[in-house]
């Protein structure tokens, strides 16, 4: 089945540590992005990418690196940067182009400890 | 972007039909407007998808008026499951999508 896989689903980081949140899409999408949830919030865009070798930055950009070097992955890196890195994260991807018509992953946990 | 307006939360009850409006006073013409589904601790599901007047699919239907400046998401007979937040986005190919809080839609048995 086509889909969005994120691992892992769990995540906790220590502070001061860097962690990546992983992203695979087989769904032949050009464009990816992330995204952050904190409780009862709605979502906030940290980086996307319409094409492979190339990223832009979000609206939360800050204490997050992302890299794109093939069309099927884009991993995410919390850095020791971010301040309150604790949230749900969501990866996504789409046809350049569609409208909204996005497909989203069923997120990783982070909890810093 | 088109900025969006929806209520915050609602209730209802098994079986009745929920409509949820969007206001989206400042839409331009190439916009779409998108509805988004999420349920605790999983990512946003596609729910539908319109440009103007209606739209209907297996799950729910979208109700856009002439001037397009709002638009109702209409979701039949509703059950425990429908509980989640529901997103409303407008925008056009290649925007970034933009989230806000959504509707809190809470079924009651």
């Known amino acids: 089945d086509g889909g969005i896989t994120q691992s892992p689903k769990y995540l906790f980081r220590k502070e001061g540590q860097n962690v990546t949140l992983s992203c695979e899409q087989n769904l032949n999408h050009d464009a990816m992005y992330w995204y952050r949830q904190d409780p009862g919030q709605g979502l906030r865009l940290i980086y996307y990418?319409?094409?492979?070798?190339?990223?832009q930055k979000g609206d939360i950009a800050e204490g997050y690196s992302v890299s794109r070097e093939k069309k099927e992955s884009f991993p995410l890196t919390v850095t020791s940067a971010q301040k309150n890195p604790t949230a749900f994260y969501l990866c996504?991807?789409?046809?350049?182009?569609?409208?909204?018509?996005?497909?989203f992953g069923s997120g990783t946990r982070l909890t810093v400890v | 972007l088109a900025k969006t307006t929806q209520p915050i939360s609602m209730d209802s009850y098994e079986g009745q039909e929920v409509n949820i409006t969007c206001s989206h006073n400042n839409i331009a013409t190439n916009d779409y407007i998108t509805w988004y589904q999420q349920f605790p601790s999983q990512g946003p599901r596609f729910i539908i998808q319109?440009?103007?007047t209606k739209v209907t699919n297996e799950v729910a239907s979208l109700f856009i008026p002439a001037d397009r400046k709002s638009s109702t998401l209409s979701l039949p007979r509703v059950s425990l499951s429908d509980t989640a937040v529901y997103y409303c986005l407008v925008g056009a190919p290649d925007d970034k999508i933009i989230f806000g809080k959504g509707t809190r839609l809470h079924i009651l048995p």
């Open positions: 990418s319409q094409i492979v070798n190339d990223f």
């Open positions: 319109g440009y103007k």
């Open positions: 996504a991807s789409s046809e350049t182009g569609e409208a909204y018509g996005y497909t």
